[in-house]
């Protein structure tokens, strides 16, 4: 069975640009969440959805983040501008249900801002 | 509020070393425990989990006790092995809510 599928696994962007990280979540899966990993800050949750709809958004840092998930297999998360402050691994997990506390997570992407 | 306190790493043992790696939580109510493992370059893996009080999480050699009355969850293994070698997350989990809390985690190295 596949895992969560995230892409790129690493991007290399200047200050100013417009990142986007894409996520697919295990088929069947009805939960999604965004994180980011940092060596000062850990593993934050930024937003996770149930069924599509945004839950919980209050890790965003900023306006300047914005997560969608336009369908149950797709979600993205977009920085726009990007800051040095930005770089950090960002992952993806899914969990089966509302509820159900078991996340799988993806294997993560690694964004540097220059 | 809610937190998860881990021990600074790294932790380094030889192979066949008995492992403790500690963690204590604050939380409300009842929260369901998680150990969940990083190697290199990879996701986190759910390792093993306690849902209740007393419980006892295992998998792969590794154990865990929920331990309410010193809201305790350390990570135990009796002899570990140079691929065990990788980043050891506690976590938690209030009942009825789905945001999962994170220690700092503690990186662990074995030498042959």
């Known amino acids: 069975d596949a895992g969560v599928i995230q892409s790129p696994r690493h991007e290399v962007t200047e200050m100013g640009q417009e990142v986007t990280l894409r996520c697919k979540p295990i088929?069947?899966?009805?939960?999604l969440f965004w994180y980011r990993q940092t060596m000062m800050r850990g593993l934050e949750l930024l937003i996770y959805?149930?069924?599509?709809?945004?839950?919980?958004d209050s890790g965003m840092p900023e306006d300047r983040f914005s997560a969608k998930m336009p369908n149950a297999s797709f979600s993205t998360l977009k920085i726009q501008p990007s800051e040095p402050r930005d770089s950090a691994v960002y992952f993806c997990?899914?969990?089966?249900?509302?509820?159900?506390?078991?996340?799988?997570f993806g294997p993560g992407t690694r964004l540097t801002v220059l | 509020g809610n937190s998860v306190t881990q021990m600074e790493g790294p932790v380094t043992l030889s192979e066949e070393a008995f492992l403790t790696i500690n963690c204590t939580y604050t939380a409300t109510g009842y929260p369901s425990l998680f150990w969940y493992v990083q190697y290199p370059g990879e996701g986190l893996q759910l390792l093993l989990k306690a849902t209740k009080a007393d419980d006892k999480g295992s998998n792969k050699g590794f154990e865990a006790t929920y331990r309410k009355e010193t809201t305790s969850f350390h990570l135990e293994k009796g002899s570990v092995q140079v691929s065990d070698s990788a980043v050891y997350f506690c976590?938690?989990?209030?009942?009825?809510?789905?945001?999962?809390?994170f220690g700092t985690g503690t990186r662990l190295l074995v030498s042959p």
């Open positions: 997990a899914s969990s089966l249900q509302r509820g159900e506390d078991t996340q799988y």
């Open positions: 088929s069947g899966h009805n939960s």
């Open positions: 976590a938690h989990m209030n009942t009825g809510f789905q945001k999962l809390v």
């Open positions: 959805f149930n069924n599509n709809v945004p839950i919980d």
